[in-house]
């Protein structure tokens, strides 16, 4: 099943249930409220987080929005302004990092800024590193419980840093360090979704497993891998492999 073309804004309906307890003030978080715009390009998994956080009475938390690829995550965050963004890192048009990097003057407004809060399932370090330096305030994987992702969603809201705690070290050895490795060029010619068909493609998958694991056509996997190979000035799938081994990425 596929994501229409079209963003998607919440009219309410996904909170019809909790409309009344909401604008009485309460829930989660003694009353409090947040808003939030969901970012994945799986809906199965836009739907999950939305069952387990959207309940707005119980935890506090009204989904806003939907997004499944940039142009519409750009599009559906400019319209509602939500308080959080939860924000996955590869995604169809450049990924997590290109949806901060469209959204920064909202990131920037002192009066109403938006958050984000990468939600991912990935835990490499130059996904986490790289959408913290983008403006993301945190980065969780998705084996964190529902609980835990309300309460992280309120913790970034009041700007706070939120990590899940294995991933805290990448960022506290890329940034705290004075000798911290220089940005990768090359890496940086690459979008999320290219640096994972890249990883994988190192550590020997096959076109076909590739495309399963990723949710995309063995075409598509085919295209990301010849513009690796543009990209890279490399000939064959034997020398990817070798300059991804000699950066770590397998």
Known sequence: MSDTNEPVESGGSAADASGAAASAGTGAEGGRRVRVVLVDDHRMFRTGVQAEIGETGRTGVE???EAADVDQAVTVITATRPEVVLLDVHLPGGGGVEVLRRCAPL???????????????SDAAEDVIGVIRGGARGYVTKTITGTDLVDSVFRVQDGDAVFSPRLAGFVLDAFASTDAPPVDEDMDRLTQREREVLRLIARGYAYKEIAKQLFISVKTVES??????????LSNRHELTRWATARRLV
């Open 63 to 65: 989904v806003v929005g």
């Open 107 to 121: 990131m920037a407004d002192t009066e109403r800024p938006v958050r984000f809060l990468a939600l991912s399932v």
């Open 224 to 233: 990301h891998v010849s513009a690796v190979l543009r990209k890279l000035q």
